[in-house]
T-cell receptor, first 116, second 112 residues
Framework: GAVVSQHPSRVICKSGTSVKIECRSLDFQATTMFWYRQFPKKSLMLMAT?????????EQGVEKDKFLINHASLTLSTLTVTSAHPEDSSFYIC????????????FGPGTRLLVL | GDSVTQMEGPVTLSEEAFLTINCTYTATGYPSLFWYVQYPGEGLQLLLKATKADDKGSNKGFEATYRKETTSFHLEKGSVQVSDSAVYFCALSNARDDKIIFGKGTRLHILP
C-alpha cells in the first residue's frame, strides 16, 4: 500500500527556535495533505489542509503565522513551528490523499516535538 | 506492538439499514479508543471515543462500546443515511506515549 513518511520522528528544541517537519508520500502523488496535532490524552485535531501549489486552509483557532505550511510538490508538505514554546510540545501527524480521490487517505507515523 | 484491525471495505448498505463496522485492537495497558470519520474532500474528524472499559461513546446516532474482554470497539448505527457515506477509522491511543494508532479505514457507501 501507499506509504507516507515523516521526518524527523522525534525532535527536541529550545524555546524560541523554529522546527520544520516534513511529510512525504513515497510512492504516490498527493494533491492534498492534512496536518493534525494530538494533545496529551486527547484525540486528534485537524490543524490545516494543504493543497499543492496553493495556500493552506487553516482550521479555526490555528495560528497560520505560528504553523507555516508549505506544499511545494505533489510528494512533499512541510510544517514549520515558528518560535516554538513549551505549549507547542505535541505529536504531529500528517496524512496524504492520492491524486485519484479524497477517499483514500494514508497517515504518516507522526513526529514527537518537545520544546524545552 | 499496539495495533488496530478493522473490517475491510467498502461496505455498501441501503438507507435505513443497520450498520456495524468491526474493530479490534491489541495494546498493553488501558488505551483510549476512538472512531474518526472522513467525509469526501475533508480531513479527519473525531466521531466518538471511550476512555475506559465498558464506556460507550456516542454521537450523531453512532455508538461504540469499549469491550476489554474481547478487545473490541465496534461501531454501530441503527439507521444509516446517505450522508453517512464516508471513510471510518478506528484508532487507539495509549497513555504510555500518547501516540495514536489508526486502523486502515473502512469505506461506507449508503445507497438511497
Amino acid at each position: 500500500g501507499a506509504v507516507v513518511s515523516q521526518h524527523p520522528s522525534r525532535v527536541i528544541c529550545k524555546s524560541g527556535t523554529s522546527v520544520k517537519i516534513e511529510c512525504r508520500s513515497l510512492d504516490f502523488q498527493a494533491t492534498t495533505m492534512f496536518w493534525y496535532r494530538q494533545f496529551p490524552k486527547k484525540s486528534l485535531m485537524l490543524m490545516a489542509t494543504s493543497n499543492e501549489g496553493s495556500k493552506a486552509t487553516y482550521e479555526q483557532g490555528v495560528e497560520k503565522d505560528k504553523f507555516l505550511i508549505n506544499h511545494a510538490s505533489l510528494t512533499l508538505s512541510t510544517l514549520t513551528v515558528t518560535s516554538a514554546h513549551p505549549e507547542d510540545s505535541s505529536f504531529y501527524i500528517c496524512s496524504a490523499c492520492e491524486l485519484a480521490g479524497y477517499e483514500t487517505q494514508y497517515f504518516g507515523p507522526g513526529t514527537r516535538l518537545l520544546v524545552l | 506492538g499496539d495495533s488496530v484491525t478493522q473490517m475491510e471495505g467498502p461496505v455498501t448498505l441501503s438507507e435505513e439499514a443497520f450498520l456495524t463496522i468491526n474493530c479490534t485492537y491489541t495494546a498493553t495497558g488501558y488505551p483510549s479508543l476512538f472512531w474518526y470519520v472522513q467525509y469526501p474532500g475533508e480531513g479527519l474528524q473525531l466521531l466518538l471515543k471511550a476512555t475506559k472499559a465498558d464506556d460507550k461513546g456516542s454521537n450523531k446516532g453512532f455508538e461504540a462500546t469499549y469491550r476489554k474482554e474481547t478487545t473490541s470497539f465496534h461501531l454501530e448505527k441503527g439507521s444509516v443515511q446517505v450522508s453517512d457515506s464516508a471513510v471510518y477509522f478506528c484508532a487507539l491511543s495509549n497513555a504510555r506515549d500518547d501516540k495514536i494508532i489508526f486502523g486502515k479505514g473502512t469505506r461506507l457507501h449508503i445507497l438511497p
